[in-house]
């Protein structure tokens, strides 16, 4: 089949989160399948600055009622998929992807609505039929209207699928405020109020729509996980599925791993041990091999359960343990994490950066990984932290609920702890639980390590999925 990607990052190239990481595995993925798929992205400014790029066809001219948009398209091979960039600088060449200082860029709708509608306005300068466009997340999410509203009849064997990634942006924005859309014939079915829901628009226009995990599918469809979105996703119930991302292990993997100090595998765990003295060493942490070490890398924002952890910060503190947090993002959240880091340097460190090669020591080094989130549509890191043996304490939401099996619930498979309740107790209980079986029984500690370290959630199993979900849709 021949599979487009419109995406707003992809890892290696551009990454902010999770997206990149699905960015890059699934395109490659479904690739070493035997599919021919192509990416299209923004040139942003930290790829312009890294990669001077040919163009791929001659300059572009776009044309609405509002305003005339002269672009670029450049091209890069990268591992055997063609990368296709929308270059137009007055909207891209910035030095964040959407915000500056965790200010939304006041322009991110009619920014992401052009890099929408230039997408298909280049395939078509290319020659590109497509048989799947594959649009992911706010950022591609009008794409599936304007495909579906083209009136030039080009891609009419053409379906879209949209993929949610977080239902929790949805990119609201005012059509007086998209140039882009302004006078489209057929907008004012999108816009409610004068404001245009990107995210409710993809749903609503969209062939087929997927989430990142199954569990996620059904809680989208609740009042309670839908983000506001209940009554539309309902609707579209029948073409609605749940895919569960899977875990790169050529990235991450602690025999191979290029970022750590010493590798390691399930029957020898000696280099583990390094990677944590080599972690508290660098977290300016006691190299204490026999005190637990938590991990956290995230985004610092509610969703991945600050409003739980931090309350609770004080009276864990009182335990044997250390916990080392690497994240950037919410300003209130950076500080009560660097100020509790000053009052507690023995026990705890907080980096307030983005660092790849820090986020594998940490996987690498930890003996348990935090994800204690109000809400996870899949969670990458926990899949992370089960490759190397760090074990996982997890609220029971989404697709955390969907990987990591509980030490109490289910103790001959367990790989994890396991909670639910959305309180700090809840958590503080579960760390509780988790700092018993370190202490106490290590047999059994060691057993949930190597349990996980053999546990597998491979791309290709995503890839076929994403596959028959594709070919039922030309059947
Ligand atoms: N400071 C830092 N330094 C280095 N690396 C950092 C970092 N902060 C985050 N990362 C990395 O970014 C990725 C985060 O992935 P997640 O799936 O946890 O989160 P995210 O919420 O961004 O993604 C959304 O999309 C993904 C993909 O579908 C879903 O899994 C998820 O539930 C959903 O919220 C991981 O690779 C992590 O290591």
């Given at each position: 089949m021949k599979i487009?990607?419109?995406?707003?990052?992809?890892?290696?190239?551009?990454?902010?989160?999770?997206?990149?990481?699905?960015?890059?595995?699934?395109?490659?993925a479904l690739q070493a399948?035997?599919?021919?798929?192509?990416?299209?992205?923004?040139?942003?400014?930290?790829?312009?600055?890294?990669?001077?790029?040919?163009?791929?066809?001659?300059?572009?001219?776009?044309?609405?009622?509002?305003?005339?948009?002269?672009?670029?398209?450049?091209?890069?091979?990268?591992?055997?998929?063609?990368?296709?960039?929308?270059?137009?600088?007055?909207?891209?060449?910035?030095?964040?992807?959407?915000?500056?200082?965790?200010?939304a860029y006041g322009d991110n709708g009619e920014r992401f609505a052009f890099?929408?509608?230039?997408?298909?306005?280049?395939?078509?300068?290319?020659?590109?039929?497509?048989?799947?466009?594959?649009?992911?997340?706010?950022?591609?999410?009008?794409?599936?209207?304007?495909?579906?509203?083209?009136?030039?009849?080009?891609?009419?064997?053409?379906?879209s699928v949209f993929t949610i990634h977080n239902a929790a942006f949805q990119g609201v924005h005012r059509l007086e405020d998209i140039p882009f859309l302004r006078h489209h014939p057929s907008i004012?079915?999108?816009?409610?109020?004068?404001?245009?829901?990107?995210?409710?628009?993809?749903?609503?226009?969209?062939?087929?729509?997927?989430?990142?995990?199954?569990?996620?599918?059904?809680?989208?469809?609740?009042?309670?996980?839908s983000h506001g979105l209940h009554d539309r996703l309902v609707q579209r119930a029948g073409d609605l599925s749940g895919i569960l991302n899977g875990c790169d292990y050529s990235q991450w993997n602690p025999m191979?791993?290029?970022?750590?100090?010493?590798?390691?595998?399930?029957?020898?765990?000696?280099?583990?041990?390094?990677?944590?003295?080599?972690?508290?060493?660098r977290s300016n942490l006691p190299k204490e091999p026999g005190v637990p070490v938590f991990g956290m890398v995230c985004r610092l924002t509610e969703q991945k359960g600050f409003g739980y952890l931090v309350p609770i910060?004080?009276?864990?503190?009182?335990?044997?343990?250390?916990?080392?947090?690497?994240?950037?993002?919410?300003?209130?959240?950076?500080?009560?994490?660097?100020?509790?880091?000053?009052?507690?340097?023995?026990?705890?460190?907080?980096?307030?950066?983005?660092?790849?090669?820090?986020?594998?020591?940490?996987?690498?080094?930890?003996d348990f990984f935090l994800m204690p989130s109000q809400f996870e549509p899949c969670g990458l890191n926990q899949m992370y932290s089960l490759a190397y043996g760090t074990v996982p304490i997890v609220r029971g939401v989404g697709g955390l609920k969907?990987?990591?099996?509980?030490?109490?619930?289910?103790?001959?498979?367990?790989?994890?702890?396991v909670f639910f309740e959305p309180t700090p107790d809840a958590l503080l209980n579960c760390i509780r639980r988790a700092l018993l079986a370190y202490h106490e029984c290590s047999t059994r500690f060691r057993e949930m390590q190597q349990r996980g370290m053999g546990t597998r959630f491979t791309w290709e199993t995503a890839a076929t999925a994403y596959l028959s979900l594709y070919e039922s849709m030309h059947a």
């Open positions: 487009v990607f419109a995406i707003s990052e992809v890892e290696d190239l551009v990454k902010t989160g999770g997206l990149a990481d699905v960015g890059k595995a699934l395109p490659l399948a035997g599919h021919e798929v192509s990416i299209f992205l923004p040139y942003y400014k930290t790829i312009a600055q890294q990669h001077n790029l040919p163009e791929a066809c001659p300059a572009q001219t776009l044309f609405t009622e509002s305003k005339v948009y002269h672009f670029t398209l450049r091209h890069m091979e990268w591992r055997g998929v063609n990368v296709y960039f929308v270059d137009y600088p007055e909207y891209f060449d910035r030095d964040g992807l959407y915000n500056s200082a965790y200010e890099f929408s509608g230039a997408v298909l306005h280049a395939l078509q300068s290319l020659n590109q039929q497509p048989d799947i466009i594959h649009c992911h997340d706010w950022h591609s999410a009008m794409l599936p209207f304007l495909l579906k509203q083209d009136p030039s009849g080009y891609f009419a064997n053409t379906k004012l079915n999108q816009v409610h109020g004068g404001y245009i829901n990107y995210l409710q628009s993809a749903i609503e226009c969209a062939d087929k729509i997927t989430t990142v995990s199954p569990n996620y599918a059904t809680e989208l469809l609740t009042n309670l996980g191979t791993d290029g970022y750590i100090p010493a590798h390691f595998n399930a029957d020898d765990l000696s280099g583990k041990a390094e990677c944590k003295a080599n972690l508290q060493k910060l004080d009276r864990l503190m009182q335990h044997k343990l250390q916990m080392v947090i690497i994240g950037t993002g919410d300003p209130s959240v950076c500080q009560d994490l660097g100020e509790f880091a000053e009052q507690h340097p023995d026990k705890f460190a907080f980096i307030n950066g983005f660092s790849t090669e820090h986020a594998h020591l940490i996987e690498a080094g930890s969907d990987t990591v099996i509980d030490a109490e619930q289910n103790p001959l498979d367990a790989t994890g702890f």
